[in-house]
């Protein structure tokens, strides 16, 4: 299968999860918010943690089943920066790729678009500037 | 309660197909992701297009996902639909998604991908998960400030 049809298809799953959360807790799938809620909110928070587990272990699975284990590109270092930019920018933004760009554009919501814009735009910047420090 | 058992069993089927979508779609791959982002190949014909098909296939069915629950009175197992009603476009939502983007170019992870790698992506990603749990609890006490 074409690379292309299977981003495809892990695009309509991901629209599944969100249909199962919508419809079944009235809740939006928006990864950074249940991440920095389950852990850093007094609010209850058990269905969080839940669906944090399933995406932990549906992670493993789907991987070891369909031998996609991706490594890592980014040096140590590297992945510590991004990964304080990323927690961050997702709490004080309100959202991520996920609750932004799925579930906010999918709701069309104006303030989800100007983030989605502004985070693709910044991360194609950011790319452009790694590939010219690389030499490519 | 019998009903917290099937809130808990719908959040963690949600979260599982959730990564199943991720990983077959190639967003666990951070060099697919980078490869996305490197809109300069776009003429080089180095460009990779894939995460364009996971937004558009997740968008197609969310979309619907979103009309046919507005139509509906109550999600299945929750007294009531809690999304998200801000509509100002204030300074934190601007700054935090320029932030979040630099993040995503320089890994290639966005907190999805993160997450459901973690199991099976040993040191590296377990370090970028902690930075990121670090940065939302930074986030958190930056918002409650006095």
């Known amino acids: ?136 | 309660m019998a009903q917290e058992k099937q809130r808990l069993l719908v959040a963690f089927s949600s979260g599982l197909v959730f990564a199943a979508g991720l990983v077959l779609g190639g967003m666990t791959d951070p060099k697919k992701v980078q490869g996305f982002l490197d809109v300069g190949g776009i003429a080089s014909g180095r460009w990779d297009a894939s995460l364009a098909f996971v937004m558009g296939g997740a968008l197609l069915v969310s979309y619907f996902a979103f009309r046919s629950v507005a139509a509906s009175g109550a999600p299945w197992l929750a007294s009531r639909f809690e999304l998200p009603t801000r509509r100002d476009i204030d300074t934190p939502l601007v700054v935090g998604a320029v932030m979040f983007g630099a993040g995503w170019g320089l890994a290639g992870y966005c907190p999805g991908p993160a997450l459901a790698s973690l199991a099976f992506g040993g040191v590296d990603v377990a370090l970028f998960v902690a930075a990121m749990l670090a940065g939302m609890a930074l986030a958190k006490g930056w918002q409650s400030r006095g």
């Open chain 1, 1 to 136: 299968m074409h690379p292309y049809l299977w981003s495809l298809l892990g695009g309509l799953l991901i629209g599944a999860a969100t249909w199962i959360l919508v419809a079944g807790l009235g809740r939006v799938a928006g990864i950074s918010g249940i991440a920095a809620n389950a852990m850093f909110s007094p609010r209850e928070s058990g269905w969080r943690f839940a669906f944090l587990l399933g995406l932990i272990v549906g992670g493993a699975l789907f991987a070891f089943a369909f031998n996609r284990i991706s490594p890592s590109i980014a040096p140590k270092g590297l992945l510590i920066v991004a990964g304080l930019l990323v927690g961050f920018g997702t709490v004080i933004g309100s959202g991520c790729t996920s609750g932004h760009g799925v579930c906010g554009l999918a709701r069309l919501s104006m303030r989800s678009l100007i983030s989605v814009v502004s985070f693709m735009a910044v991360g194609a910047v950011t790319v452009a500037v790694l590939r010219w420090m690389q030499g490519a």
